[in-house]
């Protein structure tokens, strides 16, 4: 049994948005979306999280912030860019200060384009998201199990 | 007998607890006009940090965790075995305890935030609670559960300040807004998370567990006021508990200052004022 699909933790961070993808992201939220119903909640701890919602590009002062957030949470984790910013830089890619989309710091599992990101589109990454979560779960679980087979054969 | 009553609780308070803590999520939802998660999310949300890696700060942390877990399970044990009520109170207290140093053992400020506030809160609610067992006595002279309970005797009768002292109390003992200082259920960020701020996977999990068996734990101290009637004691509780999830979602949170004194001030207004009528009333002599 499974409950890691059943009960996905959000971390939502800002990098460097100009709030429009925010907006979006928390009217998931509110009672036209909903997203409780599925479970998710916007927990704001990295250490309770299991998907990393990131909005907006990568610049030399998050860079830091970003990458000691997703260190921090406990795997298995996935991590979402939301908005055409937080997946390429957007029209900020030529920028001298942005550095490209959030797979410049660390690994993005699903990318959710739009600007801003409608609510929908969101929910459907944050939901694509799970499939994968629960792929690394497994492949963590064999891992371990390797692992502890490995030292009774020693 | 009796120990067949500990033995139903430690294996039943969870599910118990988890159906509680679904339903309050289900009405809360509804409350804010939203559809709401399923009944069982509580359970998901607990198998999900089993399944999770545990991360801690120090090695401490996962003993001050279990120990919280053991020490709520064995107050509410001695509780429903109709052990002596001051003890069952002590036990409680000290399972809070460990609560608190596990979050001092991470070395994190909003732990270090939380910690603090968990501590206040137990000065805060503790006085009542105490008062609470001493009404008991003054009714049905004995600090017993087990007699208390079998006392056909109305205690909320007797003791209705006590029971709305006890009521305010169990807003901070529920982790209820306006007095959900130390840590929170709801959505909320940073310094609210307190003390679980540092605490992961099946970590959490045992602290989520521990707080199932803590409000079937409180729930089964309400019946003892209303022991006379098992219908009207099940009424009750469903109205108080109802209440509190309206309380939860129409206050916001305090400070803890407003906290300390509004729990201290019902505490002497009600409780003592309550007891001091008992003693009154009964000619200076003990019901």
């Given at each position: 049994?499974t ?8 971390l ?6 100009c ?5 979006e992201?928390?009217?998931?939220l ?18 309770h999280?299991?998907?990393?919602v990131?909005?907006?590009?990568i610049?030399?002062?998050?860079k830091?912030v ?5 260190d921090?949470?406990?795997?298995p ?7 055409i ?7 900020f890619?030529?920028?001298?200060n ?14 959710v384009?739009g ?40 | 007998m ?10 039943l ?28 999310q ?8 089993f399944e ?20 709520m399970?064995v107050?509410?044990a ?5 052990g002596?009520?001051?003890l069952?109170?002590f036990?409680?207290t000290?399972s ?10 991470s070395c994190?400020p909003y ?8 501590l206040?809160q137990?000065i ?13 006595y ?11 309970a ?5 205690i ?12 305010t109390?169990l ?16 959505a909320?960020?940073?310094i609210?998370?307190?003390?679980t ?7 959490l ?8 068996y ?17 219908p009207?004691?099940?009424?009750a ?7 509190e ?14 906290t ?11 409780g003592?004022?309550?007891l001091?009528?008992?003693?009154y009333?009964s ?5």
């Amino acid at each position: 049994m499974t409950y890691l699909k059943r009960s996905p933790w959000i971390l939502h961070y800002d990098a460097s948005s100009c709030n429009g993808c925010d907006i979006e992201v928390l009217a998931c939220l509110t009672p036209l979306y909903d997203v409780e119903r599925f479970g998710i909640v916007n927990c704001g701890n990295p250490k309770h999280a299991d998907v990393f919602v990131v909005t907006g590009g990568i610049n030399e002062q998050n860079k830091a912030v970003i990458r000691n957030l997703y260190d921090q949470i406990p795997d298995p984790k996935v991590v979402v860019a939301v908005g055409i910013c937080a997946t390429s830089g957007g029209v900020f890619r030529e920028c001298y200060n942005i550095s490209g989309g959030i797979d410049t710091a660390i690994p993005v599992d699903v990318y959710v384009p739009g600007c801003a990101a409608r609510p929908e589109s969101i929910i459907d990454g944050i939901v694509q998201s799970l499939g994968i979560l629960e792929e690394k779960r497994a492949k963590m679980l064999g891992r371990k199990r390797t692992k502890t087979a490995g030292t009774e054969g020693r | 007998m009796l120990v067949t009553h500990a033995l139903i609780y430690l294996l039943l308070a969870p599910f118990i607890g988890g159906l509680v803590a679904g339903i309050d999520r289900k009405v809360t939802a509804r409350m804010q006009g939203r559809a709401g998660p399923p009944l069982l999310q509580p359970f998901y949300d607990v198998g999900k940090l089993f399944e999770k890696e545990n991360l801690v700060v120090t090695a401490s942390q996962n003993v001050y965790a279990l120990s919280y877990l053991v020490f709520m399970m064995v107050s509410g044990a001695l509780f429903f075995a109709g052990g002596d009520l001051l003890l069952v109170i002590f036990a409680f207290t000290l399972s809070h305890i460990f609560l608190v140093l596990g979050a001092y053992a991470s070395c994190s400020p909003y732990s270090f935030i939380g910690a603090e506030r968990e501590l206040l809160q137990i000065i805060a609610y503790e006085p009542m609670i105490i008062i609470s067992a001493v009404g008991m006595y003054m009714v049905t002279r004995s600090f017993f559960v087990a007699e208390i309970a079998a006392s056909s005797v109305p205690i909320i009768l007797y003791l209705p300040g006590v029971f709305l002292g006890f009521l305010t109390v169990l807003t901070i003992k529920l982790r209820k807004s306006p007095f959900d200082l130390s840590t929170s259920h709801h959505a909320h960020q940073e310094i609210v998370k307190g003390v679980t701020t540092e605490f992961t996977g099946s970590n959490l999990g045992k602290i989520e567990i521990a707080h199932w068996y803590e409000n079937v734990f409180l729930l089964g101290f309400i019946f003892l006021f209303f022991s006379f009637s098992i219908p009207v004691a099940v009424a009750a509780i469903i109205i108080v508990y109802l209440l509190e999830i309206l309380v939860d979602n129409t206050f916001s949170r305090v400070t803890w200052q407003f906290t300390l004194r509004s729990a201290w001030i019902v505490a002497g207004m009600l409780g003592l004022v309550n007891l001091a009528v008992l003693y009154y009333l009964s000619g200076g002599f003990l019901v």
